[in-house]
Protein backbone atom coordinates (compact mmCIF):
# COMPACT_ATOMS: atom_id res chain seq x y z
CA UNK A 1 0.00 0.00 0.00
CA UNK A 2 1.33 3.71 -1.21
CA UNK A 3 2.40 5.40 2.17
CA UNK A 4 2.63 9.40 2.04
CA UNK A 5 4.63 11.74 3.87
CA UNK A 6 3.87 15.38 3.55
CA UNK A 7 6.75 17.82 4.28
CA UNK A 8 7.63 21.60 4.49
CA UNK A 9 11.04 20.68 2.55
CA UNK A 10 12.60 17.58 1.14
CA UNK A 11 15.74 17.72 0.35
CA UNK A 12 15.95 15.07 -2.96
CA UNK A 13 20.01 14.97 -3.67
CA UNK A 14 18.94 15.59 -6.97
CA UNK A 15 18.98 18.58 -9.62
CA UNK A 16 15.57 19.16 -8.34
CA UNK A 17 17.48 20.52 -5.12
CA UNK A 18 15.17 20.96 -1.97
CA UNK A 19 11.42 21.10 -3.03
CA UNK A 20 9.34 22.88 -0.80
CA UNK A 21 5.90 21.80 0.61
CA UNK A 22 5.97 18.50 -0.90
CA UNK A 23 5.50 14.53 -0.46
CA UNK A 24 7.39 11.81 -0.43
CA UNK A 25 5.21 8.86 -1.81
CA UNK A 26 6.96 4.95 -1.28
CA UNK A 27 5.55 1.48 -1.73
CA UNK A 28 6.86 -1.65 -1.36
CA UNK A 29 10.73 -0.11 0.15
CA UNK A 30 10.75 1.98 -2.88
CA UNK A 31 9.87 6.05 -3.41
CA UNK A 32 7.34 5.88 -6.26
CA UNK A 33 7.01 9.99 -6.51
CA UNK A 34 8.48 13.32 -5.15
CA UNK A 35 5.60 15.06 -5.12
CA UNK A 36 5.61 19.08 -5.18
CA UNK A 37 2.41 21.25 -4.10
CA UNK A 38 1.11 18.37 -2.10
CA UNK A 39 -0.90 20.90 -0.05
CA UNK A 40 -1.63 21.42 3.54
CA UNK A 41 1.19 21.00 5.75
CA UNK A 42 0.89 20.00 9.42
CA UNK A 43 4.04 20.21 11.11
CA UNK A 44 7.40 22.06 10.15
CA UNK A 45 9.58 19.15 8.85
CA UNK A 46 12.61 18.81 6.40
CA UNK A 47 13.40 15.29 4.26
CA UNK A 48 16.65 14.28 3.62
CA UNK A 49 18.12 11.51 2.63
CA UNK A 50 19.47 8.03 5.68
CA UNK A 51 22.61 9.24 6.85
CA UNK A 52 25.25 6.35 6.75
CA UNK A 53 27.65 5.82 9.54
CA UNK A 54 30.29 4.12 6.86
CA UNK A 55 33.21 3.15 9.65
CA UNK A 56 32.28 1.91 13.15
CA UNK A 57 32.80 -1.23 15.26
CA UNK A 58 29.41 -1.65 17.51
CA UNK A 59 31.42 -0.69 20.34
CA UNK A 60 28.81 1.24 22.76
CA UNK A 61 31.11 2.68 24.77
CA UNK A 62 34.93 2.73 25.57
CA UNK A 63 35.43 6.05 28.19
CA UNK A 64 34.28 4.35 30.26
CA UNK A 65 36.55 1.71 30.54
CA UNK A 66 39.66 4.48 30.60
CA UNK A 67 40.30 4.54 26.77
CA UNK A 68 40.27 8.40 26.59
CA UNK A 69 42.93 10.86 25.73
CA UNK A 70 45.60 7.73 24.93
CA UNK A 71 47.23 7.20 21.23
CA UNK A 72 45.34 4.66 18.94
CA UNK A 73 48.46 2.24 19.85
CA UNK A 74 47.64 1.89 23.96
CA UNK A 75 43.76 2.90 23.28
CA UNK A 76 43.54 -0.85 21.05
CA UNK A 77 44.71 -2.79 23.64
CA UNK A 78 42.79 -0.97 26.19
CA UNK A 79 39.53 -1.58 24.42
CA UNK A 80 39.84 -5.10 25.20
CA UNK A 81 38.12 -4.15 28.46
CA UNK A 82 34.98 -3.34 26.65
CA UNK A 83 34.80 -7.00 25.16
CA UNK A 84 31.46 -6.99 24.13
CA UNK A 85 29.83 -9.44 26.60
CA UNK A 86 26.44 -9.88 24.23
CA UNK A 87 27.23 -9.33 20.45
CA UNK A 88 23.42 -8.85 20.27
CA UNK A 89 22.81 -6.28 22.76
CA UNK A 90 26.38 -4.33 21.95
CA UNK A 91 25.69 -4.20 18.13
CA UNK A 92 21.92 -3.12 18.96
CA UNK A 93 22.54 -0.55 20.99
CA UNK A 94 25.07 0.79 19.12
CA UNK A 95 22.66 0.98 15.87
CA UNK A 96 20.02 2.16 17.37
CA UNK A 97 21.96 4.96 18.32
CA UNK A 98 22.69 6.03 15.11
CA UNK A 99 19.44 5.57 13.67
CA UNK A 100 18.41 7.52 16.66
CA UNK A 101 21.10 10.66 15.11
CA UNK A 102 19.54 9.93 11.48
CA UNK A 103 20.80 6.81 10.26
CA UNK A 104 20.07 4.43 7.79
CA UNK A 105 22.98 2.51 7.04
CA UNK A 106 26.14 1.24 9.45
CA UNK A 107 29.59 -0.80 8.55
CA UNK A 108 30.59 -2.67 11.52
CA UNK A 109 34.34 -3.68 11.26
CA UNK A 110 34.24 -6.00 13.66
CA UNK A 111 37.29 -5.69 15.60
CA UNK A 112 36.69 -7.65 19.19
CA UNK A 113 34.25 -10.79 18.99
CA UNK A 114 32.95 -11.83 22.49
CA UNK A 115 34.57 -14.82 22.26
CA UNK A 116 31.24 -16.58 23.62
CA UNK A 117 30.51 -17.80 20.70
CA UNK A 118 31.63 -19.32 17.43
CA UNK A 119 32.06 -16.62 14.85
CA UNK A 120 29.35 -17.60 12.55
CA UNK A 121 27.04 -17.54 15.46
CA UNK A 122 28.26 -13.86 16.79
CA UNK A 123 28.02 -12.78 13.23
CA UNK A 124 24.35 -13.75 12.84
CA UNK A 125 23.48 -12.53 16.22
CA UNK A 126 24.52 -8.84 14.88
CA UNK A 127 22.89 -8.92 11.55
CA UNK A 128 19.55 -10.25 13.41
CA UNK A 129 20.42 -6.71 15.69
CA UNK A 130 20.43 -5.13 12.52
CA UNK A 131 17.64 -6.37 11.72
CA UNK A 132 15.37 -5.79 14.69
CA UNK A 133 16.82 -2.00 14.64
CA UNK A 134 16.10 -1.55 11.30
CA UNK A 135 19.17 -0.56 9.44
CA UNK A 136 20.90 -1.43 6.80
CA UNK A 137 24.41 -2.90 7.35
CA UNK A 138 27.39 -3.97 5.85
CA UNK A 139 29.79 -6.44 8.12
CA UNK A 140 33.27 -6.75 7.75
CA UNK A 141 34.96 -9.36 10.13
CA UNK A 142 38.55 -8.33 11.17
CA UNK A 143 41.59 -10.15 10.81
CA UNK A 144 45.03 -9.56 11.72
CA UNK A 145 48.06 -11.80 11.32
CA UNK A 146 51.11 -9.68 12.71
CA UNK A 147 52.66 -7.03 14.81
CA UNK A 148 49.83 -7.51 17.55
CA UNK A 149 51.49 -5.42 20.34
CA UNK A 150 53.64 -2.87 17.88
CA UNK A 151 54.72 -2.43 14.79
CA UNK A 152 57.56 -4.89 14.62
CA UNK A 153 59.34 -7.27 17.04
CA UNK A 154 57.59 -7.08 20.60
CA UNK A 155 59.77 -9.30 22.28
CA UNK A 156 61.52 -6.04 24.24
CA UNK A 157 58.51 -4.81 25.29
CA UNK A 158 57.74 -7.92 26.73
CA UNK A 159 60.65 -8.91 28.46
CA UNK A 160 60.31 -5.46 30.13
CA UNK A 161 57.62 -6.67 32.20
CA UNK A 162 57.04 -8.44 35.15
CA UNK A 163 56.85 -12.34 34.60
CA UNK A 164 53.21 -12.21 35.55
CA UNK A 165 52.22 -8.73 33.22
CA UNK A 166 54.20 -10.58 30.27
CA UNK A 167 51.70 -13.69 30.62
CA UNK A 168 48.93 -12.20 31.06
CA UNK A 169 49.49 -9.75 27.99
CA UNK A 170 50.78 -12.89 25.99
CA UNK A 171 47.53 -14.46 26.67
CA UNK A 172 45.68 -11.86 25.49
CA UNK A 173 47.35 -10.13 22.84
CA UNK A 174 49.59 -13.06 20.84
CA UNK A 175 47.85 -15.46 19.14
CA UNK A 176 48.41 -17.64 16.49
CA UNK A 177 47.90 -16.62 13.28
CA UNK A 178 44.63 -17.28 11.22
CA UNK A 179 46.21 -18.94 7.68
CA UNK A 180 45.12 -16.68 5.00
CA UNK A 181 42.40 -19.36 3.22
CA UNK A 182 40.83 -19.76 6.65
CA UNK A 183 39.86 -16.17 6.83
CA UNK A 184 38.60 -16.66 3.05
CA UNK A 185 36.19 -19.49 4.33
CA UNK A 186 35.41 -17.90 7.63
CA UNK A 187 34.16 -14.73 5.51
CA UNK A 188 32.43 -16.70 3.31
CA UNK A 189 30.51 -19.23 5.65
CA UNK A 190 29.57 -15.84 7.33
CA UNK A 191 28.50 -14.29 3.92
CA UNK A 192 25.96 -17.76 3.53
CA UNK A 193 24.27 -17.40 6.86
CA UNK A 194 23.96 -13.88 6.80
CA UNK A 195 23.91 -11.90 3.32
CA UNK A 196 20.81 -10.68 1.82
CA UNK A 197 19.17 -7.45 0.80
CA UNK A 198 19.77 -5.74 3.99
CA UNK A 199 23.21 -7.16 4.73
CA UNK A 200 26.52 -6.97 2.85
CA UNK A 201 29.60 -9.07 3.90
CA UNK A 202 32.80 -7.70 3.54
CA UNK A 203 36.93 -8.52 4.08
CA UNK A 204 37.79 -6.79 6.82
CA UNK A 205 42.18 -6.40 6.93
CA UNK A 206 42.52 -4.60 10.06
CA UNK A 207 45.29 -2.49 8.05
CA UNK A 208 48.29 -3.29 6.26
CA UNK A 209 50.34 -3.17 9.45
CA UNK A 210 48.69 -6.29 11.11
CA UNK A 211 48.36 -8.15 7.76
CA UNK A 212 51.06 -9.82 6.56
CA UNK A 213 51.17 -10.04 2.91
CA UNK A 214 50.32 -13.27 1.79
CA UNK A 215 46.64 -12.18 3.86
CA UNK A 216 46.74 -9.08 1.77
CA UNK A 217 47.15 -10.80 -1.37
CA UNK A 218 44.98 -13.50 -0.94
CA UNK A 219 42.07 -10.75 -0.17
CA UNK A 220 42.89 -8.75 -3.38
CA UNK A 221 42.71 -12.10 -4.86
CA UNK A 222 39.49 -13.73 -4.05
CA UNK A 223 38.10 -9.44 -3.72
CA UNK A 224 38.64 -9.60 -7.42
CA UNK A 225 37.27 -13.35 -8.25
CA UNK A 226 34.02 -12.37 -6.29
CA UNK A 227 33.44 -8.73 -6.58
CA UNK A 228 33.17 -8.63 -2.54
CA UNK A 229 34.08 -5.29 -0.89
CA UNK A 230 36.90 -4.93 1.38
CA UNK A 231 36.98 -2.36 4.46
CA UNK A 232 40.33 -1.70 5.93
CA UNK A 233 41.84 1.01 8.14
CA UNK A 234 44.94 2.91 6.50
CA UNK A 235 47.30 5.14 7.95
CA UNK A 236 45.72 5.92 10.40
CA UNK A 237 48.93 7.16 12.99
CA UNK A 238 52.38 8.88 12.91
CA UNK A 239 53.84 5.40 13.66
CA UNK A 240 51.53 3.16 11.05
CA UNK A 241 53.34 6.26 8.47
CA UNK A 242 56.90 5.58 9.92
CA UNK A 243 56.05 1.98 9.91
CA UNK A 244 54.86 2.20 6.28
CA UNK A 245 57.91 4.34 5.29
CA UNK A 246 60.27 0.99 6.68
CA UNK A 247 58.39 -1.88 5.31
CA UNK A 248 57.53 -0.37 2.05
CA UNK A 249 60.22 1.91 0.67
CA UNK A 250 58.83 1.90 -2.72
CA UNK A 251 55.40 2.81 -1.25
CA UNK A 252 52.90 1.18 0.60
CA UNK A 253 49.48 2.64 -1.31
CA UNK A 254 51.29 1.76 -4.62
CA UNK A 255 51.83 -1.52 -3.04
CA UNK A 256 48.24 -2.27 -2.73
CA UNK A 257 47.87 -0.75 -6.37
CA UNK A 258 50.02 -3.82 -7.78
CA UNK A 259 48.11 -6.47 -5.50
CA UNK A 260 44.81 -5.25 -6.71
CA UNK A 261 43.70 -4.18 -3.62
CA UNK A 262 43.10 -0.80 -4.68
CA UNK A 263 40.15 -0.56 -6.58
CA UNK A 264 36.57 0.26 -6.43
CA UNK A 265 35.86 -2.16 -3.96
CA UNK A 266 38.23 -0.88 -1.43
CA UNK A 267 37.09 1.40 1.57
CA UNK A 268 39.45 2.61 3.64
CA UNK A 269 38.75 4.46 6.72
CA UNK A 270 41.17 7.55 8.51
CA UNK A 271 44.05 7.93 5.85
CA UNK A 272 44.95 10.33 8.17
CA UNK A 273 48.67 10.77 7.10
CA UNK A 274 48.49 9.97 3.41
CA UNK A 275 50.22 11.65 0.90
CA UNK A 276 49.56 14.16 -1.99
CA UNK A 277 50.75 10.99 -4.34
CA UNK A 278 49.10 8.23 -2.52
CA UNK A 279 45.53 10.33 -2.67
CA UNK A 280 46.19 10.74 -6.03
CA UNK A 281 46.91 6.87 -6.44
CA UNK A 282 43.77 6.32 -4.29
CA UNK A 283 41.21 8.60 -6.35
CA UNK A 284 42.72 6.81 -9.62
CA UNK A 285 41.19 3.32 -8.04
CA UNK A 286 37.97 4.90 -6.92
CA UNK A 287 38.59 3.51 -3.43
CA UNK A 288 35.99 5.27 -0.73
CA UNK A 289 38.05 7.22 2.07
CA UNK A 290 35.66 7.52 5.15
CA UNK A 291 36.79 9.91 7.46
CA UNK A 292 36.03 9.69 11.79
CA UNK A 293 36.90 13.66 12.25
CA UNK A 294 35.78 13.28 16.28
CA UNK A 295 37.65 9.80 16.51
CA UNK A 296 40.95 11.14 15.13
CA UNK A 297 40.74 14.03 17.84
CA UNK A 298 39.66 11.62 20.98
CA UNK A 299 43.16 9.28 19.66
CA UNK A 300 45.17 12.49 18.86
CA UNK A 301 45.73 10.77 15.76
CA UNK A 302 45.23 13.91 13.35
CA UNK A 303 43.30 15.41 11.12
CA UNK A 304 42.81 13.92 7.78
CA UNK A 305 43.35 15.75 4.27
CA UNK A 306 39.43 14.97 3.26
CA UNK A 307 39.57 18.43 1.13
CA UNK A 308 42.40 17.98 -0.65
CA UNK A 309 41.24 14.46 -1.01
CA UNK A 310 38.09 15.47 -2.56
CA UNK A 311 40.20 17.87 -4.77
CA UNK A 312 41.88 15.20 -6.48
CA UNK A 313 38.59 12.87 -6.88
CA UNK A 314 38.71 10.73 -4.06
CA UNK A 315 35.51 9.56 -3.16
CA UNK A 316 34.75 10.82 0.38
CA UNK A 317 32.46 9.84 3.41
CA UNK A 318 32.35 9.84 7.23
CA UNK A 319 31.80 7.41 10.06
CA UNK A 320 31.29 7.66 13.86
CA UNK A 321 34.07 4.93 14.68
CA UNK A 322 32.34 4.19 17.87
CA UNK A 323 33.96 7.40 19.20
CA UNK A 324 31.48 10.55 18.38
CA UNK A 325 32.13 13.75 19.84
CA UNK A 326 30.57 12.90 23.28
CA UNK A 327 30.29 9.39 22.60
CA UNK A 328 26.59 9.30 21.91
CA UNK A 329 27.02 8.00 17.90
CA UNK A 330 25.15 11.06 16.47
CA UNK A 331 25.70 11.18 13.40
CA UNK A 332 23.98 14.67 11.92
CA UNK A 333 26.91 16.25 14.43
CA UNK A 334 29.60 14.04 13.19
CA UNK A 335 28.87 15.14 9.76
CA UNK A 336 28.80 18.99 10.54
CA UNK A 337 32.02 18.49 12.38
CA UNK A 338 33.44 16.92 9.20
CA UNK A 339 32.11 19.49 6.98
CA UNK A 340 33.12 22.33 8.83
CA UNK A 341 36.67 21.34 9.46
CA UNK A 342 37.30 21.06 6.21
CA UNK A 343 35.50 23.68 3.87
CA UNK A 344 38.57 26.29 3.35
CA UNK A 345 38.91 29.18 5.08
CA UNK A 346 37.17 33.05 4.30
CA UNK A 347 35.48 33.03 0.44
CA UNK A 348 37.45 29.63 -0.34
CA UNK A 349 34.72 27.09 -0.05
CA UNK A 350 35.24 23.13 -0.49
CA UNK A 351 31.50 22.33 -1.07
CA UNK A 352 27.83 24.11 -0.50
CA UNK A 353 25.97 21.95 1.86
CA UNK A 354 23.44 20.72 -0.91
CA UNK A 355 27.06 19.12 -2.61
CA UNK A 356 28.51 17.51 1.02
CA UNK A 357 25.30 16.01 2.13
CA UNK A 358 24.99 14.42 -1.25
CA UNK A 359 27.93 13.13 -1.64
CA UNK A 360 28.21 11.97 1.81
CA UNK A 361 25.55 9.71 1.55
CA UNK A 362 26.44 8.35 -2.18
CA UNK A 363 29.89 7.48 -1.22
CA UNK A 364 28.27 6.00 2.34
CA UNK A 365 25.70 3.58 0.42
CA UNK A 366 28.69 2.67 -1.90
CA UNK A 367 30.60 1.74 1.23
CA UNK A 368 28.13 -0.42 2.49
CA UNK A 369 27.13 -2.11 -0.43
CA UNK A 370 23.63 -0.81 -0.19
CA UNK A 371 21.68 -0.19 -3.21
CA UNK A 372 20.96 3.18 -5.13
CA UNK A 373 23.00 7.09 -4.56
CA UNK A 374 20.38 7.67 -1.70
CA UNK A 375 18.94 10.45 -3.57
CA UNK A 376 15.25 10.88 -3.34
CA UNK A 377 13.69 10.24 -6.43
CA UNK A 378 11.08 7.16 -8.06
CA UNK A 379 12.13 3.81 -7.92
CA UNK A 380 15.26 4.73 -5.44
CA UNK A 381 15.17 2.85 -2.04
CA UNK A 382 12.69 4.67 0.51
CA UNK A 383 15.70 5.69 2.99
CA UNK A 384 14.81 9.02 4.51
CA UNK A 385 15.20 11.09 7.70
CA UNK A 386 12.72 13.28 8.69
CA UNK A 387 14.40 16.29 10.56
CA UNK A 388 12.28 19.17 12.44
CA UNK A 389 12.83 22.43 11.58
CA UNK A 390 11.23 24.04 14.97
CA UNK A 391 14.04 22.51 16.70
CA UNK A 392 16.13 23.55 14.14
CA UNK A 393 14.92 27.01 13.39
CA UNK A 394 13.70 27.41 17.17
CA UNK A 395 13.77 31.12 16.55
CA UNK A 396 12.45 31.68 13.97
CA UNK A 397 12.97 35.27 13.42
CA UNK A 398 12.85 35.06 9.01
CA UNK A 399 12.91 32.30 6.35
CA UNK A 400 16.33 30.52 6.54
CA UNK A 401 17.25 28.23 4.17
CA UNK A 402 16.83 24.88 6.05
CA UNK A 403 20.12 23.11 5.00
CA UNK A 404 21.40 25.97 6.80
CA UNK A 405 19.95 25.54 9.54
CA UNK A 406 20.93 21.82 9.33
CA UNK A 407 24.94 22.57 8.97
CA UNK A 408 24.65 25.41 11.69
CA UNK A 409 23.26 23.71 14.70
CA UNK A 410 22.01 20.41 13.98
CA UNK A 411 22.22 17.22 15.58
CA UNK A 412 20.20 14.01 16.65
CA UNK A 413 17.56 16.12 18.91
CA UNK A 414 16.29 17.64 15.95
CA UNK A 415 15.75 13.79 13.74
CA UNK A 416 11.05 13.13 14.31
CA UNK A 417 11.47 10.01 12.09
CA UNK A 418 13.69 7.30 10.31
CA UNK A 419 12.53 5.50 7.39
CA UNK A 420 14.37 2.52 5.77
CA UNK A 421 13.34 0.25 2.97
CA UNK A 422 9.51 2.15 3.43
CA UNK A 423 9.55 0.92 7.18
CA UNK A 424 9.73 3.55 9.96
CA UNK A 425 12.95 2.29 12.45
CA UNK A 426 12.52 5.37 14.39
CA UNK A 427 9.85 7.51 15.51
CA UNK A 428 9.57 10.82 17.54
CA UNK A 429 13.73 10.42 18.02
CA UNK A 430 12.94 6.76 19.31
CA UNK A 431 14.09 3.41 17.31
CA UNK A 432 11.04 1.48 16.99
CA UNK A 433 12.05 -1.71 16.50
CA UNK A 434 14.15 -2.18 20.09
CA UNK A 435 14.11 -0.85 23.78
CA UNK A 436 17.08 1.14 23.32
CA UNK A 437 16.81 2.80 27.40
CA UNK A 438 16.17 -1.25 28.31
CA UNK A 439 19.04 -2.37 26.34
CA UNK A 440 21.28 -0.05 27.72
CA UNK A 441 20.65 -0.66 31.27
CA UNK A 442 21.13 -4.46 30.61
CA UNK A 443 24.12 -3.97 28.88
CA UNK A 444 25.85 -1.72 31.41
CA UNK A 445 25.30 -4.42 34.15
CA UNK A 446 26.69 -6.75 31.95
CA UNK A 447 29.26 -4.72 31.42
CA UNK A 448 30.34 -4.47 35.57
CA UNK A 449 29.65 -8.05 35.93
CA UNK A 450 32.39 -8.43 33.17
CA UNK A 451 35.09 -6.34 35.03
CA UNK A 452 36.46 -9.05 37.24
CA UNK A 453 37.35 -11.08 34.05
CA UNK A 454 40.43 -7.99 33.28
CA UNK A 455 41.53 -8.03 36.56
CA UNK A 456 45.06 -9.98 35.58
CA UNK A 457 45.13 -6.86 32.87
CA UNK A 458 44.40 -3.64 34.72
CA UNK A 459 47.25 -4.83 36.80
CA UNK A 460 49.39 -5.32 33.98
CA UNK A 461 47.79 -2.29 32.51
CA UNK A 462 50.55 0.36 33.67
CA UNK A 463 53.90 -1.17 33.06
CA UNK A 464 52.33 -2.24 29.89
CA UNK A 465 51.29 0.74 28.72
CA UNK A 466 55.01 2.55 29.59
CA UNK A 467 56.63 0.28 27.94
CA UNK A 468 54.63 0.32 24.44
CA UNK A 469 54.99 3.77 25.02
CA UNK A 470 59.11 3.73 25.26
CA UNK A 471 59.19 0.86 22.56
CA UNK A 472 56.83 3.94 19.81
CA UNK A 473 59.24 6.58 21.14
CA UNK A 474 62.41 4.83 20.53
CA UNK A 475 61.27 4.38 16.35
CA UNK A 476 62.01 8.28 15.79
CA UNK A 477 58.23 9.42 16.14
CA UNK A 478 58.29 11.04 19.37
Known amino acids: MTQRLLATNIFTGTDRGVVARAAVHHDGGLITDIAADAGEISANTLVIPALINAHDHARPSMTSFGASGMPLETWIARSAFGT ?5 LAAAVSLARSVRA ?4 AMIHYTRPSGTMPIVEEAIAIARAAGDVGVRLAFALAVRDQNPIVYGDETDVLLSLP ?6 IEKMFVRPAMPPADYIAQVEAIDAAIAGPMVDVQFGPAGVQWCSQPLLEAIAERSAETGRRVHMHLLETIYQRAWADRAFPGGMVRYLKEIGLLSPRLTLAHCIHARPDELDLIAESGATIVTNFSSNLHLRSGRAPIADAHRRGCPVTFGIDGVALDED ?3 IREMRLVRMAHDGQGFE ?3 SNEEFLALAVRNGRRAIGAPGSGALQAGAPADFTV ?3 GQLDRDAIMPVDPLTMLFARGNASCVRDVVVNGRT ?3 DGKPTGVDLDAMEIELRAMYRSNVPRYRELEHAWKPFERAVSQWFCTQGCC
Open 84 to 88: PPDPY
Open 102 to 105: GCGG
Open 163 to 168: AADRST
Open 329 to 331: DDA
Open 349 to 351: RTW
Open 387 to 389: LDI
Open 425 to 427: ISR
